[in-house]
Every structure is written in C-alpha cells, then in structure tokens.
C-alpha cells in the first residue's frame, strides 16, 4: 500500500478573507465545469459549519474528503513525485495521496473557523498491522486537540472513523506541524515551534499558488 514520503516545511498560512468567486474562477478556468458541483459543496459545508462546534467541524471535513477525494500516488495523479497539491487542484483532480487530503482538511478547518493551535500536521510512521515488529511506511495525518494537554483525534484516509491516537497504535509519531512551525514532538503543550518560517520550499510554493487562486 503506497502512502507518503518525506515532508517539508510549512510557512505562514495567513487568515484572511478567502475570495471564493476567485477560487471558483480558477478552478473553472484549470478544470472546466466538471468539478464545479464538488466546489460547491465544499463552499457550502464550509457555511454550515461555521456556528457549528469542533466536533460536527472535524466529522464534516473528514468524511467530505475521504468521500469526495480517490487516493492515489503522485506520479500517477501528477506526474511528479513529492508534488503537495492545493485544495482546489484537490477538488479539480478529485484524487490525492495522504499530503493531499490532509492539507484540504486542514485549509477546510481553518476556513471553518477552528484554531490554528487546536491543529497539527503530523508526520508517522504507519504499520501495516499491529504486531511490535510490523513495518512501516511514511505517512501523513491531520491532528486536532481540543486543549493544550488532551489527547489528539487524529483525521486519516486510511480510516474514516475520527479516532483517538490512543486507537490508533499503527501510527507511529515523528513530528508535527502547523503554519506557525515544526514541532519536534506532537504534544499540544509545546507551544513554541522548534524550527521558524521558510526552512523548506515545497510548502512556501503551495502557499503562493494557494494564493494565487483565492485562499488568504
């Protein structure tokens, strides 16, 4: 089962008012009329949720993605290998690997409303079962904490089921991430980034074609 590899640095994801007139317009003009209807959707549960509390907010962004979105591998989606795609060239292909679809939840939440520091892109290690010596694969998953000190759910494509990390014993944490910085951990309590803004490209050049369709 072919998962993920090897992550880069997030930059700042500034909160703003996303255009999404602009959105539409550039995915219509990349993709055509075809990906419209699932635009529209994910405009319209974005809306929804917006009064909504946390929980409804993570349960309507994971099960839209694992739903709407086909997993697959880089090169067979995009041609390249290591490509980070934006939310809309998501909903546009309707098909993405693990980086893909965490990157859509977390951009999802966000616009949501959820708070920046209740949310970790973490990087694992993923065991294909739950035995001690099982082997792993590289693999991305999106982190939500609703205090400092609790126990992370944990949104993944692999399973639709939002679970605690603690149901989750195939994953195995290396880091973690938000658009404030890398964490050497995953534990919410450290607040403080341990690497700063722009230490890889790969996450800068997402967000200026983010930018660039509409996102804020």
């Not at 803004?197 to 930018?211: F, H, I, T």
């Amino acid at each position: 089962m072919l998962l993920c590899l090897p992550l880069v640095w997030l930059g700042s994801l500034a909160r703003g008012a996303t255009d999404y007139d602009r959105l539409l317009s550039t995915l219509t003009q990349r993709w055509g009329n075809t990906p419209v209807p699932k635009f529209q959707a994910w405009r319209a549960l974005i809306a929804a949720a917006s009064a909504a509390p946390d929980a409804e907010r993570l349960k309507k962004a994971n099960d839209f993605f694992n739903r709407q979105m086909q997993f697959g591998d880089e090169m067979s989606i995009w041609g390249q290998l290591d490509y980070w795609a934006t939310p809309m060239e998501s909903i546009g292909k309707g098909a993405g690997d693990c980086e893909d679809f965490v990157i859509a939840k977390y951009f999802t939440l966000r616009e949501m409303g959820v708070s920046n520091e209740k949310l970790r892109l973490i990087y694992v290690r993923a065991k294909n079962s739950y035995t001690d010596n099982a082997p792993t694969v590289a693999h991305m998953v999106l982190a939500y904490y609703a205090q400092p000190d609790a126990e992370p759910l944990v949104l993944d494509n692999l399973i639709g089921e939002i679970r605690p990390a603690s149901r989750r014993p195939d994953l195995v944490p290396v880091f973690s991430f938000n658009s404030a910085g890398i964490y050497a951990g995953v534990s919410a309590k450290d607040s403080t980034p341990a690497a700063g803004v722009g230490r890889l490209s790969r996450w800068e050049d997402l967000l200026k074609r983010a930018r660039a369709e509409g996102f804020e």
